[in-house]
């Protein structure tokens, strides 16, 4: 029997809309626990990583990055938390929380990988840096930070960089991209499906391409699943909502396939704010997602 480990992230300090810390009492609301202990796991909720609490944004002078050392020492926190829950053969479950927290998790994941891969699941490409960002907000920058690109403050969480390799990134359902990250993109040669690829494609081969390509090329697959990755109509309570997503029914259908490839080692769900939300929906789409990623089936 498998272990999952629950880690909540109450993280807000990647942007400037309030309640996206909490995110994980919203998910923890919506009854992920019940969802996976239904599904035959032994599960372990390790509580939340402590952030400190925002009273002001405060922006670094030289850079523009806002929140920076705070955004860093929760990072840091968390990375040692998901350290110790590979070390203790559990499987890390990440809830967030703002996307700047995948900086952390990808720290604590990857030095058990020799090649680990990466599933951004995003309406964004959050590969922004101080000098391309418009906003300086960090939770645009995490997937660059991994890269090892941006500020050492954050490629260098969890005392190494980088954490992965652009080869094995594959960014699902982007459809609002900068200019800088659209350059680092084609530059690094990430494999993108845009909203465009899934139209055209449909979800099935996206994801039967997704997992053939990363099965080749890696050890370990870490999915980052923000969830304005989804359509706002689906999944209304997220800060940076993008019309035009992924739906409800193609998202089960990739966490079912992805369940079925044996492929993933850890997850994160983050961006889900019970204060932009309708009746806590996101937290509940976000539960019943982890729900099909974990392997529960209609029949």
């Known amino acids: 029997m498998k272990a ?71 990072n840091e926190r968390l990375a040692d938390k998901v350290n110790e829950v590979i070390e203790a053969k559990r ?41 391309t960002s418009p906003s300086g907000n960090i939770h645009g920058m995490p997937l660059a930070a991994s890269l090892g690109i941006g500020h050492p403050v954050l490629t260098n969480i969890g005392g190494y960089s980088p954490k992965v390799n652009p080869k094995n990134i594959i960014i699902i359902g982007a459809r609002s991209l900068d200019e800088g990250e659209r350059e680092l993109i084609k530059e690094l040669g990430i494999k993108v499906y845009t909203m465009h690829e899934i139209d055209r494609l449909g979800m099935t081969t996206v994801m039967e391409e997704t997992i053939n390509y990363l099965k080749e090329r890696t050890d370990g697959v870490h999915l980052s699943l923000d969830l304005d990755g989804l359509d706002p109509h689906d999944a209304p309570g997220v800060g940076t909502p993008v ?19 044996n492929l993933i080692t850890s997850a994160e769900f983050v961006e889900v704010n019970p204060i932009l939300d309708e009746r806590n929906k996101t937290a509940t789409v976000a539960v019943a997602l982890m729900g099909s990623l974990f392997g529960e089936k209609l029949l």
């Open 4 to 74: 999952i480990a629950i880690i909540g992230v109450p993280m807000d300090l990647g942007q400037t809309r309030r309640g996206v810390d909490m995110g994980p009492s919203a998910i923890r609301y919506a009854g992920v626990s019940e969802r996976i202990e239904n599904l035959g796991y032994q599960l372990y909720d390790e509580g939340d990583i402590n952030i400190e609490p925002r009273e002001k944004v405060h922006t670094d002078a030289d850079t523009n990055l806002k929140n920076l050392k705070a955004v860093a020492d929760g």
């Open 91 to 131: 499987f890390p479950l990440v809830l967030g929380g703002d996307h700047s927290i995948a900086i952390g998790t990808l720290a604590g994941v990857a030095k058990h990988y020799e090649n680990l891969g990466v599933i951004w699941y995003d309406a964004h490409g959050d590969l922004n840096t101080a000098e």
């Open 243 to 261: 019309i035009g997503g992924i739906s409800y029914r193609e998202s089960h259908l990739a966490m079912e396939m992805l369940a079925e490839s």
